[in-house]
């Protein structure tokens, strides 16, 4: 089976540059990650093995000095049959389950920028295309210990995809200069839990029932932002900043245990304010304001409950949405 603490990392990745002239420039960059981890060794020490801090014991896995040996569990050593024919019962996202405890995650990353320069002006136009990607598949002892009455299950994935354009240009004296442009990203987001325990011991094997759903949880976000920003040197060193973006998320959720679809839009322009004051060579003073935006989500706990089940928790708790 898996070995315990074991951790192997792979990285593949490479950018392509094109420079043909003083107009166009382009780099594509890819990089591909793949992880194939065995289960935390940590796992393997009792939490009433406890040695360090003033922490109750059963409620933290930390020590000092060296860590309590403890024989390694069966659900480590090895991969239960039973617990293979429970995992085959039920949904996946990102292909079939392994054999083994712990981690396997593959991860692809695409970038690609390219710069136009318009000849004759100070006008440029920056374009960034961007891929992400990752599928993951994790297994893990739930308890953490001797037995394996308890094994946990997840895999998720997410896909994303994202558009930015800018067109930026400067006076002649390069006192000014100003930007513009806009963005558009998708992300598609699974995620799969299963939590399976012992319903009867078969000799050695185990017979598992599954206390998941075997549902998937799914999200999907399209953000649109449009933005830009000028900058004017007032005199010699200081230089002033306004930018402002509108950004609007569209955020649909689908809850796991087939809840109903779940919809909602949020809208926000932010703004950004700078100086700066070059005093000296080594010298800088500068101020910023601004203001962030962190857009909704959904609580599934109130959004299955029925109309009077609102109204009543609108009284009890009038801020709650």
Known sequence: GARLGDEETYDLSGSLYFNPGEI??????????????????VSQAGLNDTNCGPFPPGTKRYFCGDV??????????????????????????VGGWGDEFGLERDVVRVNWKNTWEIPGTSLAVDSITAYNSEEASYIA????????A????????????????????????????????????SLDYKFHNNQFFTVQPVGPLR??????????????????????????????????GIEGRYQDDD?????????????????????????????????????????????GGFNTSVATLTDA????LAIVAPNAN
Request: glycine fraction near 8%.
């Open 24 to 41: 166009w420039k382009s780099k594509l960059s890819l990089a591909y990650t793949k992880l194939d981890d065995g289960p935390p060794s």
């Open 68 to 93: 309590p040996f403890n024989p390694p569990s069966l659900n480590t050593t090895q991969f239960p049959d039973g617990l293979k024919q429970a995992l085959a019962r039920v949904q996946t996202i």
């Open 141 to 148: 002892d739930g308890d953490n210990t001797g037995d394996d």
């Open 150 to 185: 308890w094994v946990i299950a997840t895999q998720r994935k997410f896909e994303d995809v994202s558009q930015e354009l800018r067109l930026s240009g400067a006076t002649e004296d390069e006192r000014l200069s100003w930007m513009v442009g806009a963005n558009y990203l």
């Open 207 to 240: 017979a598992y029932g599954n206390l998941g759903n075997n549902l998937v949880e799914k999200e999907e976000i399209e953000t649109t932002g449009l933005f830009g920003s000028i900058r004017y040197s007032v005199v010699d060193g200081v230089s002033l």
């Open 251 to 295: 955020i649909t959720s689908i809850p796991s245990g087939g809840g109903a679809q779940l919809n909602e839009s949020f809208t926000k322009f932010l703004p950004r304010v700078t100086a700066d004051w070059e005093v000296s060579d080594k010298t800088m003073l500068y101020a910023s304001y601004s203001q962030g935006n962190l857009p």
């Open 309 to 312: 089940q609102k109204a009543e």
